[in-house]
């Protein structure tokens, strides 16, 4: 990290400007979203873009203003569950329209409502809606109707609509009638470095499967553990991730601790997490609500065999078995596939040869800031009416 001067850095004329918001900030990675603002905000700044991220103030303990290039805005919020990021949001956005930003990018279709301020001061504005929200069960009820009416507003206040898989823009033109343009997530090859990493845990190359995601019902981590007790593997499995407050899903799920079923929690070193990745003998994938799953074309880039579950989502990642299995939302469907691919050793290495041929040109981070650019330059141009 390089904290940049101000004054030289205002010296140097940018193109244009782009106004990030709706992510916990730069250049903290918590999830995708944070993944994806690194990772295309430090592109964009190599073009002569100037880039300005609202950030969480509250998560950060020195706020420089500039780094790597990357402007920084500073945000305060009310520190809830529910209302953290909205709050942020709506305040980051008000600051935005009237700041020299030419253009907006949102984050999360949480924050649809927004787009009526930058709609009415008259600022361009595009919006990625990530995943199906209003589907997730740990959001219930009054959640759910919420997240459903905040995509349908970004459909008629923002001036693009970002999607992030091709099952995903049919799910808009059929929920919403709006049609949007599809840029996908990235992901960065990568190859063993330190496999000597994963000992602290006790753990062997390819004597263990892996689970990484959040611990909540929207992720299915209790099927997937079901099924693999059910398989009666000799493989372990480790999972990574938690929740960062009391739960009775994560808590169940924690009952099953044992020297064969390993709970890491949240793995913050990247190379450790790495290497996790690389020496499992496969990873478990049971996200079912989203578009391009960051979590899995991380596992794509990385080299290692998937078994995932069988959603459009999942099969338009994975191309269809091209680059890995699929499994139903069964435990015995999980445990028949674990017997499969222990029985198969052979098949799990094809599997994991081929992994890093899915990360197509569609999901290389230099195609993807290319394809915002093209859309941020459009909008400066001529904007695109609402549709």
Wanted: include cysteine; hydrophobic fraction near 40%.
């Amino acid at each position: 990290m390089k904290s940049s001067d101000n004054h030289t850095t205002a010296q140097i004329k940018k193109d244009f400007t782009i106004a990030i918001i709706g992510s916990r900030g730069y250049p903290i990675v918590y999830s995708g979203y944070e993944t994806f603002v690194k990772e295309v905000s430090e592109r964009l700044v190599q073009q002569n873009i100037g880039v300005r991220v609202y950030c969480q103030k509250h998560l950060f303990s020195e706020t420089p203003k500039n780094v790597n290039g990357v402007d920084l805005i500073y945000v305060p919020t009310v520190q809830t569950k529910s209302l953290n990021q909205l709050v942020h949001s709506f305040f980051s956005m008000l600051h935005a329209c009237f700041s020299k930003a030419d253009v907006i990018l949102v984050v999360n279709a949480a924050n649809g409502p927004f787009g009526l301020i930058s709609l009415l001061a008259q600022k361009k504005t595009l919006i990625n809606v990530d995943g199906l929200e209003w589907l997730r069960p740990k959001w219930k009820g009054l959640g759910q109707v919420y997240f459903k009416f905040a995509a349908k507003l970004a459909t008629l206040f923002y001036n693009t609509i970002i999607t992030d898989a091709e099952a995903m823009r049919q799910v808009y033109l059929n929920t919403f009638n709006t049609d949007s343009t599809v840029i996908a997530y990235g992901a960065n090859i990568r190859y063993a470095k330190n496999p000597e990493l994963i000992s602290q845990f006790g753990l062997q190359p390819n004597e263990y499967y892996l689970i990484v995601g959040r611990l909540i019902p929207d992720n299915n981590s209790d099927i997937l553990l079901e099924g693999y007790l059910k398989a009666n593997s000799n493989k372990k499995l480790v999972i990574v991730g938690d929740v960062p407050y009391q739960d009775t899903y994560a808590q169940r799920m924690k009952a099953h601790a044992s020297d064969q079923v390993l709970f890491l929690g949240y793995v913050t070193d990247s190379e450790v997490l790495a290497e996790l990745y690389h020496q499992s003998y496969a990873y478990l994938h049971g996200h079912e609500y989203g578009g391009t799953n960051p979590t899995m074309l991380k596992a794509m880039a990385y080299g290692t065999a998937i078994l995932a579950l069988d959603t459009v989502f999942n099969r338009e990642m994975l191309e269809n078995g091209e680059f890995g299995w699929f499994f139903q939302k069964t435990p015995d469907s999980v445990a028949l596939y674990l017997q499969q691919a222990e029985s198969n050793p052979q098949s799990v290495e094809t599997l994991k040869a081929k992994a890093r041929n899915g990360i197509t040109q569609k999901y290389n981070w230099d195609e993807v800031t290319e394809a915002y650019v093209t859309v941020f330059k459009a909008l400066i141009r001529n904007g695109k009416s609402h549709t």
